[in-house]
């Protein structure tokens, strides 16, 4: 009969292996599996519903397909369009009523800052009523900004970073041949 030996590791050097480990491995399984609410208030809602259908495939093969009804079965809040003063509290009540760990994505220029509704009805972005995670700017943004947006929160929640980030533009190929078009207008 073999013998049992009790094998005794030092708690210092496990401990933070087992953490970075685990930690890791809740990212990973975080970023996978994002349930959204979707808080969608004007035009932006759109191009939300081009995002989400087979042609860009913006959401399912990010994890992220499943929508939430209820803010006490989600973690991802998409703001999508603009919000107005009187749906600030709201916005503010359903942000409070999400479960943690999550996490806002503005869809557009309304929801980042307000766009070019600068009046006293509009908020000039949501980040005056809630902390937010991702900003994709355009009016309406384009999908695939929007799908560069949701890496990039991916990637901040595998990463556990809290910091706010913003998608930059892309380069549009179809403003490309815009340009040319005209430029042989004016030639003639
Ligand atoms: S950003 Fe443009 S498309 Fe989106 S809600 Fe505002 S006005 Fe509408």
Request: positive net charge; contains cysteine.
């Amino acid at each position: 009969m073999g013998e049992l030996k009790q094998v005794t590791l030092d708690a210092s050097e496990s401990s933070g292996f087992a953490t970075t480990k685990l930690d890791a491995l809740l990212g990973w399984a975080r970023k996978w599996s994002l349930f959204k609410y979707p808080f969608v208030t004007a035009c932006c809602g759109m191009e939300f519903m081009s995002l989400t259908s087979p042609r860009f495939d913006g959401t399912a093969r990010f994890g992220a397909e499943a929508p939430r009804f209820s803010p006490r079965q989600a973690d991802l809040l998409w703001v999508v369009g603009t919000i107005s003063q009187r749906q600030a509290p709201v916005l503010r009540r359903i942000y409070e009523q999400m479960m943690e760990p999550k996490w806002v994505l503005a869809f557009g220029t309304c929801a980042s800052c307000g766009g070019f509704y600068d009046n006293y009805t509009t908020v000039p972005g949501i980040d005056k009523i809630i902390p937010c995670d991702v900003y994709v700017p355009g009016c309406p943004p384009r999908p695939e900004a929007v799908i560069d947006g949701l890496m990039l929160l991916q990637d901040k929640i595998a990463r556990g970073d809290k910091t706010p980030g913003v998608v930059k533009p892309r380069e549009d190929p179809a403003a490309g041949v815009v340009t040319l078009r005209r430029s042989k207008d004016s030639v003639r």
